[in-house]
T-cell receptor, first 112, second 115 residues
Framework: QQQVKQSPQSLIVQKGGISIINCAYENTAFDYFPWYQQFPGKGPALLIA?????SEKKEGRFTISFNKSAKQFSLHIMDSQPGDSATYFC???????????FGAGTTVTVRA | GAVVSQHPSRVICKSGTSVKIECRSLDFQATTMFWYRQFPKQSLMLMATSNEGSKATYEQGVEKDKFLINHASLTLSTLTVTSAHPEDSSFYICSARAPRYPPLHFGNGTRLTVT
């Protein structure tokens, strides 16, 4: 069973708009939550990551919001650009375990 | 830093043959590497965990005799798909754990097509 639930499956946003992807988890032992970006035919690349002692982390146009009590976290892509069109995966892991549990993925399409 | 190289990027083989995929950590030593399989428009599915110098640990449902994993050095892990069949066609991706972990670093994947 999938330990990390991700939604939506896909979304379309206009250039300059905000893309929001949500993830939820059940395992309270998870202590590291990365987001990966994957282009067709390529491996996933780390975009941004957060630990549960922080409620928000921002890197450029990408922001993770983290709600520990609700066991939810989300990725916000501000000022979305056509080059952001890709599939985004949230993930979670217990640091000492090393194994990543991936969400199902969200395909983002940014229309010019 | 922390570059993971995967080779080949694409391979086509005939049914019944075996194919080997290499995963190298280029600028760090990776004591642990992971192999994933990804079907079109789906998430990554962990197949096995590879530790240098020891036998790989396979996830439930993954045939260890079909997917042979060797992690003979701190910079190289290989996945051999033995007696490949069309249903083994997929995108295979490796990742490696660098000394400064997290995160995990991923290779660019290998598209395997079995005809």
């Amino acid at each position: 069973q999938q330990q990390v639930k991700q939604s939506p499956q896909s979304l379309i946003v206009q250039k300059g708009g905000i893309s929001i992807i949500n993830c939820a988890y059940e395992n309270t032992a998870f202590d590291y939550f990365p987001w990966y970006q994957q282009f067709p035919g390529k491996g996933p690349a780390l975009l941004i990551a957060i630990r549960p002692d922080v409620s928000e982390k921002k890197e450029g146009r990408f922001t993770i919001s983290f709600n520990k009590s609700a066991k939810q976290f989300s990725l916000h892509i501000m000022d979305s650009q056509p080059g952001d069109s890709a599939t985004y995966f949230c993930a979670a892991t217990v640091t000492n375990d090393y194994k990543l549990s991936f969400g199902a993925g969200t395909t983002v399409t940014v229309r010019a | 830093g922390a570059v993971v190289s995967q080779h080949p990027s694409r391979v086509i083989c005939k049914s019944g043959t075996s194919v080997k995929i290499e995963c190298r950590s280029l600028d760090f030593q990776a004591t642990t590497m992971f192999w994933y399989r990804q079907f079109p428009k789906q998430s990554l599915m962990l197949m096995a965990t590879s530790n240098e110098g020891s036998k790989a640990t396979y996830e439930q449902g993954v045939e260890k005799d079909k997917f042979l994993i060797n992690h003979a050095s701190l910079t190289l892990s290989t996945l051999t798909v033995t007696s490949a069949h069309p249903e083994d066609s997929s995108f295979y991706i490796c990742s490696a754990r660098a000394p400064r972990y997290p995160p995990l670093h991923f290779g660019n994947g290998t598209r395997l097509t079995v005809t």
